[in-house]
C-alpha cells in the first residue's frame, strides 16, 4: 500500500462502522467515541430507510442497529441485510433499551450478531467488534 502523499509505508486499513438510530445523543456519543480511534471510520444514519438507500451500493464492515427504530424497523432493516450477506460478511450488533430476554433472543435468531443494551459506550463497541465478526450464534 501507498499513503495519499507517495509515502511507500504501509497504510493502515480503516473499519467502516455504520450506526443507525434516531436517538442523536446516542449517535453523537457513538460517533464522537468510535471516529477518534485511528483504524474506524463512521457513519450515521437516523432511520432504516436513509441507510437502506446507503446499503444498496456500499456495505460497511459492521453495523450498529438500534431496533426500535421508527419507520422500518430494525428487524427489517436485518432481514434485508440476511438477504444479501452472512453473519461472517456484514457482523451486525443490535442496540437497545429493551433488553428484555425475549428481545434478545427474537434478534439473535432473526441473524443479529449481538446484543448490547443502552446506553451503549463506545470502548464497549471497540471490543465486541472483533468478537461479532467472528462469533455467530446458533
Not at 43 to 61: M, Q, R, V
Not at 67 to 96: D, H, K, N, Q, W
Not at 130 to 136: E, G, I, N, Q
Request: proline content about 8%; aromatic content about 6%; overall charge negative.
Amino acid at each position: 500500500n501507498v499513503s495519499p502523499d507517495g509515502d511507500p509505508t504501509l497504510t493502515q486499513e480503516r473499519s467502516t462502522i455504520v450506526i443507525v438510530d434516531d436517538d442523536p445523543l446516542i449517535l453523537e456519543v457513538l460517533q464522537r467515541g468510535l471516529a477518534s480511534q485511528p483504524d474506524m471510520s463512521v457513519l450515521i444514519f437516523p432511520n432504516g430507510e436513509s441507510y437502506l438507500d446507503f446499503f444498496a451500493s456500499t456495505k460497511p464492515d459492521l453495523l450498529l442497529l438500534d431496533a426500535g427504530l421508527p419507520g422500518i424497523s430494525g428487524l427489517e432493516v436485518l432481514a434485508r441485510i440476511r438477504a444479501r450477506y452472512s453473519r461472517t460478511e456484514l457482523p451486525v450488533i443490535f442496540i437497545s433499551s429493551d433488553s428484555e430476554s425475549a428481545q434478545v433472543v427474537s434478534v439473535l435468531e432473526a441473524g443479529a450478531n449481538d446484543f448490547v443494551g443502552k446506553p451503549v459506550l463506545p470502548d464497549f463497541i471497540s471490543k465486541r467488534r472483533s468478537y461479532s465478526a467472528t462469533s455467530s450464534p446458533r
